[in-house]
Structure formats: structure tokens, C-alpha cells
């Protein structure tokens, strides 16, 4: 699991994405598949900016969402591994 | 990528790219044999050939040679021209097909796609009845070279119905479509509007229990426009559009139209009910 001072990257050129309503979603533009992200899966693929590491992603989902960031970590990192290998996202 | 084109200027480059006129055609394009019941799309050319003898050649700024066989139906003729033929020099020429019949209502497109057999005649024949007039049938071009809008074009395809869609829906037959296709002209009940207008919704239809109204959000719009008819192997042929341009292409759609499913049981009280729907969600349609 991606650990907390890691820094994940949204991979330029690798996906298309666009808002419909209150979901984002994103086409993975190697293999056409795509995914729709809603609620906090949408609030964390937009903090990914390239310069946050996941404590700190998971510190503004939390502020967001009125939760302690324990309470959410687990998820949240799940979910940047997920993204990691539909590969939209790589870490440093 | 298409510079924008005002509709009045996209209903004209449709009326002279696909004037047509009697020739012969080649038998191969680009080097590239084609056999008698293939097409070919290739140096911004499009070549058919059909089983039956028919050929025809489009060449943009030329229009389109037809090689009509010796004792060749006319019917045939035109169902060609007015089929694969029109949607290849669209798609040549930057429109977009969806497959789809459409009525028209203060000024704004409304569209009912859905597999060959789903009702999409049926429908527009009914809403018809119901004072709705034709805007297409089988096929709506779109055209999408204005960033903020989606305009579509009228539709060049005479209304078409089986025997059993004449009965259920009251329209007046005008005549056979060629010798065995089990369908006939029908006069389009409310009339056809003839002008470009914006694309407003497009309709799923589908078979369910009851008639059902589901407005469509978010990415189940996105998902929703994967359409398997010919037309859309025509627009790859043609444009070849990488996956980022597919992908622009459907988000836009799913963006700038209304999107909606109307579900309905196959029967006479099913389109009753499914009649009822979609004239009053047009009558009312809201952005």
C-alpha cells in the first residue's frame, strides 16, 4: 500500500477526464477503460497535484469530509493504488 | 479537426456533396481491391459495392457516381444513396451519426436512439399522432464543429414502418420500400421540419416491465453512448479518431444533450403508455 510520505502523480497524456454532473470521469486513453468517481473518490483524484504526499491528501479529505484522517487513511491510500494500477498514477 | 460552419452552410455542403449522377465507378481505391458486397473508405474517397450491381463513388467537391446494372431497382437505387451512401459523405465531411429517429418541438431536436427493431420509428410516428413533427428517421447527423453547440440535420430518410408499427400508431402507408423488406413509406402524421436545429435529448429506449421515464446523470451518460450501428464504423473509417478524440467526442455529448431511458413492455398498451411518456417529458423538457 502506497505509504503516507509518498507523493502520487497523476501520468500526463496517459488518461482524458471530464466533469458530467457531480461525477469526473476518466478514460485510461492505452487500454479505453474508464472510471467514474464520485464523492470522495472525486475530492481525492483532484488533490492529486504532483507536490501533496498522501498524509497530506489524506489531512485536506479529512477537513473536508468532517473526519479524523485514521478514520479514512486506510481508504484513501487503497484508493491511490487503485489508481496506480489502472494506471493513472504513479508514486515518488 | 472541422472549422466551425454556420447550419445554414452544413445543410448546403450535404445538398452539393452528395448530388449524384449516373457513371461508372472504380472497383478499387488506393490501390485497394473492393469486391462486389464491400466499402471501402480511403484518400478521402468512398467506394460500394453491392451484391446486386450497384456501385457507388463519392469524391468530396465531385459528389457521387452511381453505376446503376442493367434492369437495376430503383428502389434500390435511392435506399443506397439515401443510406450507407449519405452517411459516408456526412462522415467524410465531419458530421458525427447517431442512430437515431427524431421529432422536433419549439425549435429543439429531440432523438430516440436504440437497437435496429427497438420502436425508434414507431415512436416518432406515434408522437406524430400526437402533433409532433418528424425531424429524421434512422439516422441523425450531428453536426459538432461549433465548440457550444450540437446542431443536427434534418433528416433525408422518408419514415419508415413495418406493417405492425402502421397499425399501432395510425400513420397512412405511401407505398412499399423495395420488394422484400416487409416495410412500407409512411407519411410522417404531424409533417417533418426541414430547418438545422440544437440537439436537445436523446432518448434510450429499451424493454422493461413498465413504462418508465429515467433521466440519465453523470457517467451513465458517458456510458450510455457506446452505439454499435454501421454509421459509427463509417465515422472511424473516415475521421480515424484516436482514443482522446472518441473520448472528447462522448464526453461532449454527454455534456451539452439531455440524456434519458424510456423503458417499456413490447404491446399495444406498452407504446400507449411509453406515447404518453415521452410527448409529455418533450412537451416539458427542461435543461
Given amino acids: 500500500m502506497i505509504a503516507l510520505e509518498q507523493v502520487p502523480t497523476k501520468i500526463a497524456g496517459r488518461f482524458s477526464e471530464t466533469t458530467i454532473d457531480d461525477e469526473v470521469v476518466v478514460m485510461n486513453l492505452d487500454s479505453g477503460d474508464f472510471f467514474s468517481l464520485a464523492g470522495t473518490a472525486r475530492a ?13 491528501i489524506i489531512a485536506a479529505l479529512a477537513g473536508q469530509y468532517a473526519a479524523s484522517a485514521e478514520e479514512i487513511s486506510a481508504e484513501v491510500r487503497q484508493f491511490l493504488d487503485e489508481l496506480e494500477a489502472a494506471g493513472l498514477v504513479r508514486t515518488a | 479537426m472541422t472549422p466551425p460552419r454556420t447550419p445554414a452552410q452544413a445543410m448546403a455542403l450535404m445538398a452539393r456533396e452528395t ?15 473492393v469486391a462486389p458486397g464491400f466499402r471501402l473508405v480511403a484518400e478521402g474517397q468512398f467506394l460500394l459495392r453491392c451484391d446486386s450491381g450497384f456501385g457507388y463513388h463519392y469524391v468530396p467537391g465531385e459528389g457521387v457516381t452511381v453505376e446503376r446494372p442493367v434492369g437495376g431497382d430503383l428502389d434500390e437505387e435511392a435506399l443506397w444513396l439515401n443510406g450507407s451512401v449519405y452517411a459516408a459523405v456526412a462522415c467524410l465531411n465531419g458530421f458525427y451519426p447517431v442512430h437515431a429517429s427524431a421529432i422536433a418541438w419549439q425549435g429543439r431536436v429531440h432523438a430516440f436512439t436504440g437497437p435496429t427493431g427497438e420502436g425508434k420509428s414507431t415512436l416518432v ?14 439516422t441523425l447527423l450531428l453536426d459538432l464543429s461549433a465548440p457550444d453547440r450540437i446542431i443536427a440535420l434534418p433528416g433525408h430518410k422518408r419514415l419508415k414502418l413495418t406493417e405492425q408499427a402502421l397499425a399501432l400508431t395510425g400513420a397512412t402507408a405511401d407505398g412499399a420500400v423495395g420488394a422484400d ?10 409533417g417533418d421540419v426541414r430547418e438545422p436545429l440544437p440537439l436537445a435529448s436523446l432518448v434510450f429506449l429499451e424493454e422493461g416491465p413498465q413504462p418508465k421515464w429515467t433521466r440519465l446523470l453523470g457517467a451513465e451518460r458517458f456510458a450510455r453512448l457506446a452505439d454499435d450501428h454501421y454509421t459509427q464504423g463509417l465515422y472511424h473509417d473516415a475521421q480515424r479518431p484516436d482514443r482522446a478524440a472518441q473520448f472528447q467526442l462522448r464526453a461532449r455529448l454527454a455534456t451539452q444533450v439531455g440524456m434519458a431511458v424510456l423503458a417499456r413492455p413490447r404491446s399495444a398498451a406498452g407504446f400507449a403508455g411509453s406515447l404518453e411518456l415521452a410527448e409529455a417529458q418533450v412537451r416539458e423538457f427542461v435543461e
Avoid: N
Avoid at chain 2, 19 to 33: F, K, M, Q, Y
Fill in chain 2, 19 to 33: 448530388r449524384a449522377r449516373h457513371g461508372t465507378v472504380p472497383h478499387e481505391l488506393d490501390g485497394i481491391a
Fill in chain 2, 125 to 138: 410516428a406515434g408522437l406524430g399522432q400526437r402533433g409532433l413533427p418528424m425531424f429524421c428517421d434512422d
Fill in chain 2, 181 to 190: 423488406t416487409g416495410k412500407s413509406y409512411a407519411i410522417p402524421p404531424a
Fill in chain 1, 44 to 56: 481525492s483524484w483532484e488533490l492529486i497535484d504532483g507536490s501533496r504526499d498522501t498524509a497530506a
